[in-house]
């Protein structure tokens, strides 16, 4: 069964400061890869994605994400973060065999003004 | 694009009665799919519903059902409500089970 592991659930940063939130899954074959943000008061909405192709892509916002298939990693990153970053954020992994799309438990981040 | 709407956005039930939350798609998406986030926690999948036939389903027992409708609205349907059964439940649609678009989600509780 696949599973996803976020390894922080809350992080606080300054403003300016670089963001990396951890992603690890568990699932021997391929899948297609998300990071979901969830700002205060609004619904989730789709950050990046990653189907194939290059393994770093590039999201709304200036985030960015890098998949390393041999570490079954999916780290999201982001070079100076805005108060407006204030968030949860949640990365996803679906099977392109199957149809279940499984969640992170989420990162709560704080970004300081 | 219209998005994808919920409805009821609150909903307040009793333990042992039946809940029907409603969702309609994105225009242009087929695919319809459903999940229930606690408090603190993920989503967790519950089913997903493709041109009118359930093609994947989670850890959840028979008395979460669902539908999907001509129009790729859907439908999710919870019998005998448990007090676990509180939780946020949030409905995405997608074409062809692609990138989703998450709707707003129904705050359920049971009491």
């Known amino acids: 069964a696949q599973s996803v592991s976020q390894h922080n659930h809350h992080v606080i940063l300054s403003e300016a400061a670089s963001l990396e939130l951890g992603c690890n899954y568990s699932y021997g074959g391929t899948v297609n890869l998300f990071w979901y943000v969830q700002y205060p008061g609004q619904h989730l909405q789709l950050l990046l994605k990653y189907f194939s192709g290059d393994p770093l892509v590039k999201g709304i916002k200036g985030f960015e994400a890098e998949f390393i298939k041999s570490k079954f990693s999916f780290n999201l990153r982001k070079p100076s973060v805005q108060w407006s970053d204030t968030a949860e954020y949640f990365c996803a992994v679906n099977a392109i065999s199957g149809n279940k799309l499984v969640f992170g438990a989420g990162t709560i981040l704080r970004v300081k003004s | 694009e219209t998005g994808v709407t919920q409805s009821p956005t609150h909903l307040i039930k009793t333990r042992g009665q039946q809940v029907t939350l409603r969702c309609s798609s994105q225009s242009g998406h087929n695919t319809v799919s459903w999940y229930q986030q606690a408090l603190g926690q993920g989503p967790q999948f519950i089913f997903q519903y493709y041109r009118e036939e359930e093609n994947g389903r989670g850890n959840f027992p028979p008395r979460f059902s669902g539908l999907q409708f001509p129009n790729y609205s859907s439908e999710l349907n919870v019998n005998a409500l448990e007090l676990d059964d509180s939780a946020l439940y949030l409905c995405?649609?997608?074409?062809?089970?692609?990138?989703?678009?998450f709707g707003p989600g129904t705050r359920l509780t049971v009491l």
């Open positions: 995405a649609s997608s074409l062809d089970g692609g990138g989703r678009i």
